[in-house]
């Protein structure tokens, strides 16, 4: 599936599914509700068709723990390899599983994905770029991407109560089934290159020439002047860049702010449409300044004729480009907080997509998704919607899965010379989540039939 296919296929669906619900939404209905168990609404709280009740079920020993535990360890592990998250699996773990309401699982879910991202990062900050002098979390595209998801993620919140269940469900299967299937045939792609590049390398290293024309069987070189190894503390201060750091947690502070200020609003006032909307020059300030950065030393190197990418991306930053990237910034998060799922689904994909090698792109898509699931995870705990126990529990779990997670997929990746995997174990993560949320929207969705509850778009003020 090439990316015009995939971007075809995408718009294709997301219209059909919408303009579906114009037939719909004229059906008689009984009940009138607004039933979305896995969406964020007002305060970021969530809807729940059968009763919003809070259910916490008790944290002791049980073969329910046992299994959450298990399946949130290898979630987390993969998930944050991928560079996704895993949030399209602990949700149904832990309704199905544990037993929580589908608001306490998505505010759990949230801490996970902050605890593995967290974890992931700090080992990724210990590991040197592969091929590179440079740091393996590329700044750059942390500082392009992360307004814009951040703006989208809170705009996709705030349509999640507008839009029925039933279109949300439609739209995950949508989404997930696209990105999956791009990402896996992005990695046979990639696994093909990378055949070819070591039957290359072993053909090179069985025979080789010397001055003379002798040819020389099974001989290694050794480089006249070694290269210097770094330990990993030095590497820790080479990847780190205090001032792009600074940055990224200037807008997320920003953002917490104007949340938390927001959330003590009436909905639809004038207030709250005021601080809704400062959100966005926070973001463009931040976009604006990494766009003219990216364009002036773009335009530089293609004066002076040097073909190395500016950064990580395969891509020239062009007005065109810049353009792209931001309408894919901002829909990639409307999408991603419209479906309770976060950015890390669509930025992971959308790092590959434009050229960035695997290591970089889960590097730095975890990277990003650590601000904004901290970003839930604060405005979870102010709104007191999960336990503490559970989410210490939970969260150190993850911890230790993004950890070794990391480690064991990076040693991997070292030994098969293999960076395909990071986009095979994407592709799985993904399409894991879209049968997972998949199969218990299609049953939430029968039951809102049978029940004959609203099909249709709801009024944003009147359903908060």
């Not at 605890?115 to 900050?125: E, I, K």
């Not at 040819?215 to 990993?232: A, H, Q, R, S």
């Amino acid at each position: 599936m090439a990316t015009k296919g995939l971007v075809v296929y995408l718009l294709c669906g997301f219209s059909i599914a919408v303009l579906s619900v114009l037939y719909l939404s004229h059906r008689p209905s009984v009940d009138i509700a607004y039933s979305q168990p896995l969406l964020y609404g007002r305060n970021n709280t969530l809807h729940a068709p059968y009763g919003s009740k809070k259910v916490w079920p008790e944290l002791k020993f049980s073969w329910k723990i046992v299994v959450a535990t298990l399946i949130g360890f290898f979630g987390s592990a993969f998930g944050t390899v991928g560079g996704v998250g895993g949030g399209g699996i602990f949700v149904p773990m832990l309704t199905l599983i544990v037993g929580f309401d589908t608001k306490s699982a998505a505010a759990l879910s949230k801490c996970m994905i902050m605890g593995a991202s967290a974890s992931s990062v700090w080992y990724n900050l210990r590991v040197p770029h592969p091929c590179r002098e440079v740091p393996i979390i590329d700044y750059d595209l942390a500082l392009l991407f992360q307004p814009m998801l951040m703006v989208g993620i809170t705009t996709g919140v705030a349509l999640s109560v507008v839009f029925p269940y039933w279109l949300i469900t439609v739209l995950i299967i949508v989404l997930f089934l696209g990105t999956s299937l791009r990402s896996f045939f992005k990695g046979i792609e990639m696994w093909k290159e990378e055949t070819i590049l070591k039957k290359e390398m072993t053909r090179q290293q069985a025979t080789f020439v010397n001055s003379r024309g002798e040819l020389l069987i099974d001989t290694e070189y050794e480089p006249l002047v070694p290269k210097e190894e770094k330990t990993p503390m030095q590497v820790l201060r080479f990847n780190v860049r205090w001032k792009r750091l600074l940055v990224l947690l200037l807008v997320w502070v920003s953002f917490i702010l104007l949340q938390v200020i927001k959330n003590d609003i009436a909905v639809c006032s004038t207030w709250y449409w005021l601080i809704f909307s400062l959100q966005f020059p926070v973001a463009l300030g931040v976009f604006g300044y990494e766009c003219v950065k990216l364009y002036k030393e773009s335009m530089k190197r293609r004066i002076t004729g040097n073909t190395e990418s500016v950064c990580e991306a395969k891509l020239e930053w062009t007005r065109i480009n810049l353009a792209f990237c931001a309408l894919c910034g901002i829909l990639g998060g409307t999408v991603g907080g419209l479906l309770g799922s976060g950015g890390g689904f669509i930025l992971g994909p959308l790092l590959l997509e434009i050229g960035v090698i695997p290591q970089v792109a889960s590097a730095t898509a975890t990277f990003v998704m650590m601000f904004s699931a901290s970003l839930s995870v604060v405005e979870f705990y102010l709104l007191k919607r999960f336990p503490i126990p559970y989410a210490l529990y939970l969260t150190a779990v993850s911890i230790l899965a993004g950890f070794w997670g990391q480690f064991f997929i990076r040693k991997l990746i070292t030994f098969l010379k293999r960076a395909s995997l990071i986009v095979f174990i994407l592709s799985a993560v993904i399409f894991a989540s879209a049968v997972t949320m998949g199969v218990i929207g299609i049953e939430t969705s029968v039951r809102m039939i049978q029940n004959h509850e609203f099909m249709g778009f709801l009024g944003f003020c009147s359903s908060q």
